[in-house]
């Protein structure tokens, strides 16, 4: 079955640090990818996606590109704000509409 | 612009007691799904649905039913809370039959607490 394995946390950066948080899967066929972001009290938010091998997905700062040759998809940011915290979920949709999560990863962000 | 709307987002149940968390979307999406979620656990499926009267069950089925009588709706019902219920509750909804392109689109969540 499909799976998605995300970078454990939590992550401690302070303001202005580099964010890179990993994300890897395991599916068949070809998978639409997803990164969310959830924070504190609130529901699941769509941060970006990416539907195809190359594609680059992004939004507000974050990138993450869809890497078939390496199963990853990982989340990037050049420089995270106090604001940026929260929690990142990678997720795969697959066959369906099912989607798979990873286990989620804390990210705080001190001034 | 509603999109996908939860209810109630707030609940606490004695064990052995019975509840609907209600959802509905308005963008007349043919998949709809409900997850929990769980620390350190992300989101697991409980029940899908692919269309209206069809219904299949997710990875964390048991203690929960569900029905799609309309494109609509599609509740969660609990028959009989228990402890390890306890969790945040998500409806979901696509008009994706697995296809790229398109999105899941989820409810602001329910916060259950079985005591």
């Known amino acids: 079955g499909n799976s998605v394995t995300q970078m454990e946390g939590p992550v401690t950066l302070s303001e202005e640090a580099f964010l890179t948080i990993n994300c890897t899967y395991t599916?068949?066929?070809?998978?639409?990818l997803f990164w969310y972001v959830q924070y504190p009290g609130e529901g699941l938010q769509l941060l970006l996606k990416?539907?195809?091998?190359?594609d680059k997905g992004s939004n507000k700062g974050f990138e993450a590109t869809y890497r078939k040759e390496t199963t990853s998809f990982h989340l990037e940011k050049g420089s995270v704000q106090v604001s940026d915290s929260a929690v990142y979920f990678c997720?795969?949709?697959?066959?369906?509409?099912?989607?798979?999560f990873g286990e989620g990863t804390q990210l705080t962000v001190n001034p | 612009n509603a999109g996908v709307t939860q209810t109630p987002k707030f609940q606490v149940l004695k064990t052995g007691q019975s509840m609907t968390l209600q959802c509905a979307q308005d963008?007349?999406?043919?998949?709809m799904s409900w997850y929990r979620q769980d620390p350190g656990m992300g989101l697991r499926l409980i029940h899908y649905?692919?269309?209206?009267?069809?219904?299949d069950q997710g990875e964390v089925p048991n203690g929960y039913n569900v029905s799609r009588s309309t494109t609509e709706d599609f509740p969660l019902r609990l028959l009989s809370a228990a402890p390890s219920q306890t969790s945040v509750y998500f409806c979901?909804?696509?008009?994706?039959?697995?296809?790229?392109?398109?999105?899941?689109?989820f409810g602001e969540g329910s916060w259950l607490t079985v005591v």
């Open positions: 979901a909804s696509t008009n994706s039959g697995g296809k790229t392109g398109n999105t899941i689109y």
């Open positions: 599916a068949t066929g070809y998978p639409s």
């Open positions: 990416a539907t195809k091998a190359d």
């Open positions: 997720a795969l949709l697959g066959s369906g509409s099912r989607l798979t």
């Open positions: 963008m007349n999406h043919e998949y």
């Open positions: 649905s692919v269309g209206a009267g069809i219904t």
